[in-house]
C-alpha cells in the first residue's frame, strides 16, 4: 500500500514540475508580446490574454502579431 502512495506522490510531483513550466513559458509569452516595442509600455490590463493584437494606451501604436 505505502508503495502505491509513493508511486502517486512522485507521479503528482511530475505533474506539478510540468505544470508550473508551462505557465512559465506562457508567462514569458504574454510579457513579451504585451510590451510597446514603441515606447516600451507594459500592457498589464489586458482583459483577453490570448488576444495578440492591442493598442497601446501611452502612444496609441496599433500592434498586430510580429
Ligand atoms: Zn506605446
Same mark, same amino acid.
Given at each position: 500500500?505505502?508503495?502505491?502512495? &509513493?508511486?502517486?506522490? +512522485? &507521479?503528482?510531483?511530475? /505533474?506539478?514540475?510540468?505544470?508550473? =513550466? =508551462?505557465?512559465? =513559458?506562457?508567462?514569458? %509569452? %504574454?510579457?513579451?508580446?504585451?510590451?510597446?516595442?514603441?515606447?516600451?509600455? =507594459?500592457?498589464? /490590463? +489586458? /482583459?483577453?490574454?490570448?488576444?495578440?493584437?492591442?493598442?497601446?494606451?501611452?502612444?496609441? +501604436?496599433?500592434?498586430?502579431?510580429?
Amino acid at each position: 500500500m505505502s508503495r502505491v502512495l &509513493f508511486c502517486f506522490i +512522485t &507521479f503528482l510531483r511530475y /505533474k506539478l514540475e510540468d505544470e508550473s =513550466k =508551462k505557465l512559465v =513559458k506562457v508567462g514569458r %509569452f %504574454f510579457a513579451s508580446s504585451q510590451t510597446c516595442s514603441v515606447c516600451g509600455y =507594459k500592457n498589464a /490590463k +489586458t /482583459k483577453n490574454l490570448a488576444l495578440r493584437e492591442w493598442d497601446c494606451p501611452q502612444c496609441g +501604436t496599433h500592434h498586430d502579431r510580429d
